[in-house]
């Protein structure tokens, strides 16, 4: 009699044991990835560098992390996206085939059966496509033995700030800034500026 009665009390305790784990189970609820996004840097005209971190996988397996942006804000994975691993913990993401002087929004995201998780949203512009600036040469005058008047006008900075601008000379044709020049310093606007240097008769210019 002993015997059943401690089996009983056993099974009874087996019991109890189980249904308290079977309530902790489901007090134990899944929830979204946590997820931050990185700085972005590496920026060109056409790619950067960004990526994120898992921090928690929220219960759940994460199946899918990486990088999503778009031109438009709060992008998602439906619209560009990097694939970089699973599970918990820092990736890094190289995003590519992006177009100059364009702004971009680029937020982390991870995946688990409850759905996707994101970041916060980074902002950063892709470098211009800056050209070959423009430049004319004037006519020269005032021709003596030993100077003469020349100048040139800057119709175009190509995008870009103007460093330098002056006239270069040489005796020979196609004269280039390692021969003889005069530097007149920066100018970054595109408005039309004159220049009076002196200047031997070959001068260079476009």
């Given at each position: ?158 995008g870009a700030s103007i460093i330098a601008r002056g006239v270069c000379w040489s005796t020979l044709q196609n004269p280039t ?30």
């Amino acid at each position: 009699m002993k015997i059943k009665r401690i089996l009983s009390r056993l099974a009874l305790l087996v019991v109890a044991m189980v249904m308290v784990f079977v309530a902790c189970k489901k007090d134990t609820e899944e929830e979204l990835a946590s997820v931050s996004t990185n700085n972005v840097e590496g920026i060109t005209q056409t790619a950067a560098v960004c990526g994120g971190n898992v921090t928690d996988d929220g219960g759940a397996n994460v199946t899918a992390r990486g990088i999503c942006w778009s031109v438009s804000q709060n992008p998602t994975i439906d619209d560009n996206a990097t694939y970089n691993g699973t599970g918990t913990g820092s990736f890094t993401s190289n995003i590519s085939g992006l177009t100059a002087g364009t702004t971009y929004y680029v937020r982390a995201y991870a995946v688990n059966n409850q759905g996707t998780a994101y970041g916060e949203e980074r902002t950063f512009i892709t470098e211009k496509n800056y050209e070959m600036p423009t430049v004319k040469t004037n006519n020269v005058t005032n021709v003596t033995k030993t100077g003469a008047i020349c100048g040139g006008n800057v119709t175009s900075d190509g995008g870009a700030s103007i460093i330098a601008r002056g006239v270069c000379w040489s005796t020979l044709q196609n004269p280039t800034i390692s021969d003889g020049k005069t530097l007149f310093g920066a100018d970054s606007d595109r408005q039309s500026r004159r220049y009076n240097p002196a200047c031997d008769p070959h001068v260079g210019g476009g």
